[in-house]
């Protein structure tokens, strides 16, 4: 099993947007059992998942205290993926995530400030000796800043190859917890999301999950049958 985290000092980077529908695009390239965790308090990812009608991804009601925990009884479970939404802000509920992940994942926002806030993610993520990959997210087509900023998180760490652009059908979907890849008409927002989990999977190819740490912080919020029903008991 492996386990990927979504991280971003910077709150509207888009972190849940992505953690939803790359664990749909991992389910349907066949990356097997996907489960999703939220950490976030705010739960926008809970209450993603909760309007959903497909029975996938999984989701797992749980609290930080007991995340190593429970990643492990996923394990055994037969689990292939969990994909972990957190706050935005550099906190110990982030780094105790990270801690446990194979791979961490910094959505960023082609604007200086953005990029400004990248920092602080990395720093933490290089303290843990995680590998991490920038995302570039909600950008404009055909706008100048999207390649510089590309290139300014190069000097920082790996940026995906992928651009993901801003557009209103990922708005549109996340409402009734959908994804670009499940409206009427699946366009170039599906094929960056697909696009984007290719390379992504190639990168955790071959990995491991790393040894579980103990963490401490809140549960999130969720109303559907979890994977594991008794996990929220913190």
């Given at each position: 099993?492996?386990?990927?985290?979504?991280?971003?000092?910077?709150?509207?980077?888009?972190?849940?947007?992505l953690?939803?529908?790359?664990a749909?695009?991992?389910?349907r390239?066949?990356?097997?059992?996907?489960?999703?965790?939220?950490t976030?308090?705010?739960?926008?990812?809970?209450?993603?998942?909760?309007?959903?009608?497909?029975?996938?991804?999984?989701?797992?009601?749980?609290?930080?205290?007991?995340?190593?925990?429970?990643?492990?009884?996923?394990d055994?479970?037969?689990?292939?993926?969990?994909i972990?939404?957190?706050?935005?802000?550099i906190?110990?509920?982030?780094?105790?995530?990270?801690?446990?992940?194979?791979?961490?994942?910094?959505?960023t926002?082609?604007?200086?400030?953005d990029?400004?806030?990248?920092?602080?993610?990395?720093?933490?993520?290089?303290?843990?000796?995680?590998?991490?990959?920038?995302?570039?997210?909600?950008?404009?087509?055909?706008?100048?800043i999207?390649?510089?900023?590309?290139?300014?998180?190069?000097?920082?760490?790996t940026?995906?190859?992928?651009?993901?652009?801003?557009?209103?059908?990922?708005?549109?979907?996340?409402?009734?917890?959908?994804?670009?890849?499940?409206?009427?008409?699946?366009?170039?927002?599906?094929?960056?999301i697909a696009?984007?989990?290719?390379y992504?999977?190639?990168?955790?190819?071959?990995?491991?999950?790393?040894?579980?740490?103990?963490?401490?912080?809140?549960?999130?919020?969720?109303?559907?049958?979890?994977?594991?029903?008794?996990?929220?008991?913190?």
């Amino acid at each position: 099993m492996q386990v990927i985290t979504m991280a971003s000092q910077k709150g509207g980077s888009g972190k849940t947007t992505l953690a939803g529908h790359l664990a749909v695009a991992a389910g349907r390239a066949g990356a097997g059992r996907v489960v999703v965790i939220d950490t976030d308090p705010q739960g926008s990812l809970s209450d993603w998942w909760n309007a959903r009608t497909p029975e996938t991804p999984e989701f797992v009601q749980t609290g930080v205290s007991r995340l190593a925990h429970d990643l492990e009884t996923l394990d055994s479970m037969g689990v292939d993926l969990v994909i972990v939404d957190t706050p935005p802000a550099i906190t110990s509920t982030i780094s105790q995530v990270v801690a446990v992940s194979d791979l961490v994942i910094v959505p960023t926002r082609p604007s200086p400030h953005d990029l400004r806030a990248a920092g602080a993610t990395v720093d933490l993520v290089e303290r843990a000796g995680k590998p991490l990959v920038f995302v570039v997210n909600a950008a404009k087509v055909r706008a100048r800043i999207t390649s510089e900023a590309a290139i300014a998180l190069s000097q920082h760490g790996t940026v995906a190859p992928t651009t993901v652009h801003e557009r209103t059908d990922f708005a549109a979907a996340m409402i009734d917890g959908r994804t670009v890849m499940e409206l009427p008409r699946s366009g170039k927002s599906a094929g960056e999301i697909a696009e984007l989990w290719r390379y992504l999977a190639e990168r955790l190819s071959g990995g491991r999950r790393e040894t579980m740490l103990t963490a401490q912080g809140e549960r999130a919020p969720a109303h559907k049958r979890s994977v594991l029903p008794d996990a929220a008991t913190a």
